[in-house]
């Protein structure tokens, strides 16, 4: 059986060799913007083409691998039928040969006695003292036939030794080409099963690789729209006309704040405080309210940022960087402030706690905690705002994870 063995190598090479833009970690910090999410999205879409394009390719040579291995099957079935048979016939051989044997030997025994008959006779038999033996002319008939016959017996014995020795010498080459064909059977059987197996374990691999990159790619793209959706959430509760009543009345809020310190002080660019209750600005969250207030309107969310400077945060640096302002240290990633603190139920919650929402990931968005179902965070379309706990699109994706940090 001839099998492209060239062609599957490199179709097990190709297949192999589609690791690139495979599914990456979890990301470490907070949820990335949507033009990262869409570019990576098509980056993934483009693989899932490929790895689409690759399993037609894959599937077509599946399809004539089976079409050979059953027309194998087939000849190996009919084969061994084959050598069945002529095992069968060997075994009928050697038994006919037995018997040959047998007879020759049997005649070999009547020859050696004449010839021992005739040695003792002088080397011939005395034909004329056996025809002048006789009584009368009966007798004479009788005896001239008896001579005829022991001469034909003789003849055909002999005649009869030649053929039989010529019989056995061809079923003897018979049985010996019989033999060698089985031999070259069986050898070609083993390597035609050897063939079949190893097909088969290129098939299981090729299949196994593509199948595996398949999934990899559907649980990344699921991933990527799960992101999408959020980040579209958050952008329509962001932008919704309340938000942004709320936004316009906090700056205009905030320039005649600003107007009036600078008529009285001097001092310029200081942000309207957020009216807390009175246990609310008590404490760590004061100071942490405070540095979260001056970049209320005046911050962007960048994926793995952490920038006071340029107003640049992602939702964890958002966190970081409050919290380090005010001399305490917590980590940088959602992973890492997950585990920061201890665990308390939500109705227990307190301003200064930090809680998580499973937006593109479990626990992948996290703000602060502010009391009365609000918290701030930096959104990945408004930056650094306040939100409430209980607002449909947080509330589905709030599962009661909350932080303590602050004593």
């Not at 899932?48 to 050979?68: F, G, M, P, Y």
């Not at 002999?158 to 019989?167: E, P």
Request: proline share 2%.
């Amino acid at each position: 059986m001839k099998v492209n063995k060239k062609r599957m190598t490199v179709s097990l090479v190709l297949t192999a060799g589609l690791t690139y833009t495979t599914v990456a970690p979890s990301i470490t910090y907070a949820n990335p913007s949507l033009s990262q999410i869409n570019k990576e999205t098509q980056q993934q879409q483009a693989l899932k083409a490929q790895l689409s394009d690759r399993q037609q390719e894959l599937q077509s040579e599946l399809d004539k691998i089976n079409k050979k291995q059953l027309k194998l099957t087939t000849n190996i079935s009919d084969a061994q039928a084959e050598i069945n048979k002529a095992n069968d016939k060997i075994a009928a051989l050697k038994d006919e040969i037995k018997i040959i044997n047998k007879r020759i030997k049997e005649r070999q025994g009547l020859l050696n006695d004449r010839l021992v008959s005739i040695y003792k006779n002088g080397g011939s038999i005395n034909y004329l003292d056996v025809l002048f033996g006789s009584k009368n002319f009966g007798d004479f008939i009788d005896r001239t036939k008896a001579l005829y016959t022991i001469t034909q017996q003789d003849q055909k014995i002999i005649n009869d030794q030649k053929n039989d020795q010529k019989a056995v010498s061809v079923k003897k080459k018979t049985v010996e080409k019989k033999q060698t064909s089985n031999v070259a059977k069986l050898e070609k059987l083993k390597s035609d099963l050897a063939e079949v197996e190893k097909l088969q374990d290129q098939r299981k691999l090729a299949v196994a690789a593509l199948s595996n990159k398949q999934s990899d790619v559907s649980k990344k793209l699921a991933q990527l729209s799960g992101a999408a959706s959020d980040v579209r959430h958050i952008s329509e509760l962001s932008y919704s006309p309340a938000n942004h009543s709320s936004s316009h009345a906090n700056t205009a809020e905030k320039n005649k704040s600003e107007r009036s310190a600078s008529g009285s002080s001097g001092k310029s660019n200081q942000s309207t405080p957020l009216t807390l209750s009175a246990s609310v600005a008590t404490g760590g969250i004061s100071g942490i309210l405070n540095y979260g207030n001056q970049f209320i309107g005046r911050s962007t969310y960048a994926f793995g940022a952490s920038s006071p400077s340029t107003g640049q945060f992602d939702c964890s640096g958002f966190v970081h960087a409050a919290f380090a302002a005010n001399g305490i240290g917590v980590g940088r990633s959602t992973s890492a402030l997950v585990n920061t603190g201890r665990p308390v139920s939500y109705s227990q919650a307190k301003p200064g706690d930090l809680i998580f929402f499973d937006t593109y990931k479990t626990n992948g968005h996290v703000g602060i905690y502010l009391g009365g179902g609000r918290f701030i965070g930096s959104q990945s379309s408004t930056g650094v705002a306040v939100a409430s706990v209980n607002n449909v699109y947080w509330k589905e994706r709030f599962s009661g994870v909350v932080r303590r940090v602050l004593n």
